[in-house]
Structures are given as C-alpha cells and as structure tokens.
C-alpha cells in the first residue's frame, strides 16, 4: 500500500562523508530512495566536495543533468563525443562556478566537477529521470572483473607506456596538474 512515506526524503541537509580518494560524496535521491518518484521523470543529488574534491569523470545514460553551486567554488565541464563530421575533435566545455550559477550536462555526455577551493563545496543537481544511471569512466574501464585486456586498453588509449606503466591515479594526477598549470589554478598540493 502507498503512503506519505513514499513520496518523503529526509537528510539532504547532512553533509556527505569526503573522505575517499576522490574526495566527494553524491547522495542520490531517485526511485530507489524516494519510490514516490517512480514513472514521474526526476531525481535530485547532493553533492559535498572536500577541498580539491572531485567527482570524477561520468555519464548518465538515462538524464540531463542540471547543476547549482550552493557554497564552493567549482571547475565543471563536459566533453562531446563522436562528432559526425570525421574531422572534427571531441570538444571541452568548461566553466568556473561560484554559489548560485547554473551548469547542464546534456543526456549521456561525460561530465566532471572539480572543487578549486581551500574549502568545501556543495552542489545540488536536479536530473531528468526517476533512474538516471550513472557510469564512472575510470571505474567501469579499468575497474572491471575481469580486467579488460591490457591489449584491448594499449589499442583504445593508443599509449602502451601509459596502460603498463601507469595507474589511473597517476593519470588522474597528471592531468589534474596539467589543467591546473593551464588555468593558473587548482590543487596547490603535490600529489
């Protein structure tokens, strides 16, 4: 039988726990937390960001993503993908956010958010489906059982040095360096 409590969520004014290696917490509330949302075609998150917190590089398969800064200063951003046009390159859309601006992630784009700050950060993001789905890149390529083939990732990143010698944190870290280089900004911490 349903009840009021099917259509109630309590706690997203609790702070989530950032202490993980990327340094953030979503706390989701879709159909599995929330089943009153079931066939209505929405979800929310909270997002707390420890300084220099990420959440990593994503997809939701199933929604569009709208993103508010509520206290923070973030770097977001998503890429295309596959262009039509064979000459054309995947482009970045980036953004520095402050409390109050907006950001979309269109449907199924890889997104990230990034806290540029000494402090923590928090986001609200409103989604377009009761079941977005989520998919983190770096989880679901080199986090697999069984592994994917080191052949298999050689051939896709087009770098055997990166694949054999290399972990994903320290392609993380590298990245992240360079990005701060670029924009003159961002963790000011040695990894």
Partial sequence: MVTAEDFFFAGLNKPGDTSNAVGSKVTPVNVNQLPGLNTLGVSLVRIDYAPYGLNPPHTHPRATEILVVVEG????????SNPADATQ????????LYPGDVFVFPEGLIHFQFNTGKTNA??????????????TVANAVFGSDPPISRDVLTKAFQSSEQVK?????DIYKTWWSRLAARKGKGPSRTY
């Fill in 73 to 80: 200063t973030l770097y977001v951003g998503f890429v295309t």
């Fill in 122 to 135: 928090v986001a609200f993001a409103g989604l377009s489906s009761q079941n977005p789905g989520v998919i």
């Fill in 89 to 96: 390159k995947n482009k970045l859309f980036t953004k520095t």
């Fill in 165 to 169: 010698k290399r972990t994903i944190l």
